[in-house]
Antibody
Framework: QLQLQESGPGLVKSSETLSLTCTVS??????????WGWIRQPPGKGLEWLGH???????YYNPSLKSRVTISVDTSKNQFSLKLSSVTAADTAVYFC?????????????WGQGTLVTVSS | QSALTQPASVSGSPGQSITISCTGT?????????VSWYQQHPGKAPKLIIY???NRPSGVSNRFSGSKSGNTASLTISGLQAEDEADYYC??????????FGGGTKLTVL
């Protein structure tokens, strides 16, 4: 059974870089036809797609955040990571990692439990 | 990219059917059959309930169904149950090779 688990600091200072890792278990991140993505949800608000990556390294990013977001993959550790630079209070959110099956419409079929990241001044 | 438009809230009584709309543009919903729907209970991760407009993942109740007409997609829940009370989000693939979500709809079971 596939499981995804986010990890990283729960508190980040304003103007610094937020870094999170998603560890995948129960399946290989190098498996063909899957992408691996990040979505966030500010407290009390809706979902926002941040971006996703194929195991080969090909990335897709939300254009509104593109200059600040970097997603990378480490197949040896079965992990993928998110970096968001120059954070502000508006980046306070629950961050989810998720799997995207290939060959269809970029839906997220398996999710991590989410991790709350608070940006402090 | 602009978020897809969903009603903020809908409600229904047990046993009834409700429909949640999701309106986009000719660059997303209107162009591709790549609309998905998610159910989210408080404090939990979203759960995929519909993909590619009308397909249900294994294990999802057939009380959930999806459809699309033009730039608007719809999620219908029939035989409403208390456990269906949750937030529902639509999303779509876009012409820019991105993903856009709707603002979410809170379903209240009366």
């Amino acid at each position: 059974q596939l499981q995804l688990q986010e990890s990283g600091p729960g508190l980040v200072k304003s103007s610094e870089t937020l870094s999170l890792t998603c560890t995948v278990s129960g399946g290989s991140i190098s498996g063909s036809s899957y992408y691996w993505g990040w979505i966030r949800q500010p407290p009390g608000k809706g979902l926002e797609w941040l971006g996703h990556i194929y195991y080969s390294g090909r990335t897709y990013y939300n254009p509104s955040l593109k200059s600040r977001v970097t997603i990378s993959v480490d197949t040896s550790k079965n992990q993928f990571s998110l970096k968001l630079s120059s954070v502000t209070a508006a980046d306070t959110a629950v961050y989810f990692c998720a799997r995207i099956p290939g060959g269809r419409g970029w839906d997220f079929d398996s999710w991590g439990q989410g991790t709350l990241v608070t940006v402090s001044s | 990219q602009s978020a897809l438009t969903q009603p903020a809230s809908v409600s229904g009584s047990p046993g009834q059917s409700i429909t949640i709309s999701c309106t986009g543009t000719s660059s997303d919903i209107g162009r591709y059959n790549y609309v998905s729907w998610y159910q989210q209970h408080p404090g939990k991760a979203p759960k995929l309930i519909i993909y590619d407009v009308s397909n249900r993942p294994s294990g999802v109740s057939n009380r959930f169904s999806g459809s699309k007409s033009g730039n608007t997609a719809s999620l219908t829940i029939s035989g409403l149950q208390a456990e269906d009370e949750a937030d529902y989000y639509c999303s779509s693939y876009t012409i820019s090779s991105t993903v856009v979500f709707g603002g979410g709809t809170k379903l209240t079971v009366l």
